[in-house]
């Protein structure tokens, strides 16, 4: 019963680290509980133990999915990734069987159960990934290192040596004859080696909550000047562009309002204009009412414009883009979203899914995916290049998308959004956090543009900078700094992951070679207790080969 609630509170407790509460600190605290908790439940007793607390985390952490949909979907989608959580329970579990907590395992474990729900199924969904939760704590300064698996192996390692100094504290002499740490102080008659062996632990899991701080995040380089508009919408849900045409006109009155702040010299003339996904819903290419307005704003700006907005193409199907118009140019270049939202954008295996709910055929056509990275450049009149790196709404939660965008030349990245339809909730924090820690893991400013907020322009290390407000038409104005160089994250990309996965599978091979142990351990770490006449006092108890490995 013990371990059941520990994990439940530590699901529980996970949830207070991300938005909009916030507390970073939470997310150690809570999977330390679960390291605890999973520890010598073996395989099957680990998984229902990581599908218990994952539910505590994700069903009110996604609670936002279902605000309009209902809750059949928002609880499938929570039970799907709590699976994930289970998975880790199983096989930290196994891998603890002994009853000794074991850091790095628990670490390696996590960092490859979180990259495969980050990937499976239909192309995985990252979004409340440990590390975007950690914009504000000295582990998210990590992500500049090894990217968000990094930031995740950082703190899972970190809380799992928090777990194994509470296990030791609880095993040290004084608590029980023949515990784990005086069989490695070698001799119950050492009295400074076990605290040391209960004490090197958590000093060390502060090294690794410290180490983040020394990590530069630098934030220079020749600025320019953006523009991002949030126009706002007639009414949040799921019609929320029921009007398109008022949703456009929204964003140009909002436009040209700003223009006239620049004009009256009361604001500096943007460099780029950046609109929000569907904020021309009416396809701009084929309509010629809504390109004669995107047109008539770009020559009133004198300046080039990214335009978030849908194409009625390929025949049969839609294409959710970002469109890049120039003054007396049109429209230069155009990016197709990569990633659409399966259930949202398109309905995979629709005739499956159908046996189950008549509700997927509510998205009448489907989405077709992109197939290249988006950077538009454009010149400032100073000469400077701007070179956006594009990402669409949920897109900015995918590693790969977003590596792609800097590793192919971006020198800044541009998130357009639309979280009208999830209403006044923490969908919209949860994505800007995200925005945030991608300033850092890639060293680029973000200019970070929703069509209801939040919006904000972002710098490289971090610091969100006028957070709008939900529901509101508002414009985040300002100079960023363009940034060329690239990060150790940057440059390594997915490597940390595969080398946690080859890690992992060694450990779990070995694992297997050993067999099970002859009997089960508590969570503490305590075999069943034998018979006294089979250890005698008098006789001391040396270190098994065994406990030596469960360090690890």
Known sequence: MLPL??????????????????????????LALWAWSWTGAGGRRGFLLGLAGGLVFFVPTLSWSGIYVGSLPWLALATLESLFVGLAGALYGWLSRRGTVRPLAFALVWVVTEGLRSRAPYGGFPWVKLAFSQADSPFGRLVAVGGAPFVGFAIALAAALAALTVQ??????GRGRGSVVAENAGSPSSPR??????????????????????VPLPTDGATTQFLGVQGNVARPGLDFNAERRAVLDNHVAATLKAQQDVAAGRAPAPDLVVWPENASDIDPLRN?????????????????????GLLEEPVGFLSNVALLFEPGKGNTDR??????????????????????SKEVDLVRSD?????????????????QQIRAGLAICFEVAYDDIMRDAVQTGANVLVVQTNNATFGYTAESPQQLAISRVRAMEFGR??????????????????TAHQVTSLFTQAVVRGALPLRDATTLATRVGEAPEWVAAAALVAMLALGLRRGRPAGPRTPTGRAPQKPPETVPETVPHTPKEEDDDDAA
Not at 288 to 308: F, S
Not at 336 to 354: G, L, M
Request: aromatic share 10%; proline share 9%; with cysteine.
């Open 168 to 173: 030791r504290a609880l095993t040290s002499p």
């Open 5 to 30: 609630l520990l994990s439940l509170l530590g699901g529980g407790l996970l949830c207070f680290a991300f938005p909009t509460f916030d507390v970073w600190v939470a997310a150690p605290v809570a």
């Open 193 to 214: 080696m076990p605290s040391r062996g209960i004490w090197l632990p958590v000093l060390a899991a502060l090294v690794l909550g410290l180490v983040g701080l020394a």
């Open 335 to 356: 990016y197709v979203k990569r990633h659409p939202v399966p259930f949202a954008e398109y309905i995979p295996n629709r005739s499956f899914w159908r046996n189950f």
């Open 367 to 383: 989405f077709v995916p992109g197939s290249r990275p988006g950077v538009f450049t454009v010149t400032t009149a100073t000469g």
């Open 445 to 462: 400013s973000v200019v970070h543009v929703s069509t209801v907020g939040q919006s904000a322009l972002i710098t490289p290390d971090g």
């Open 288 to 308: 010629a009412d809504a390109k004669d307005e995107i047109l008539t704003t770009v020559q009133t700006l004198h300046r080039p414009l990214i335009v978030g």
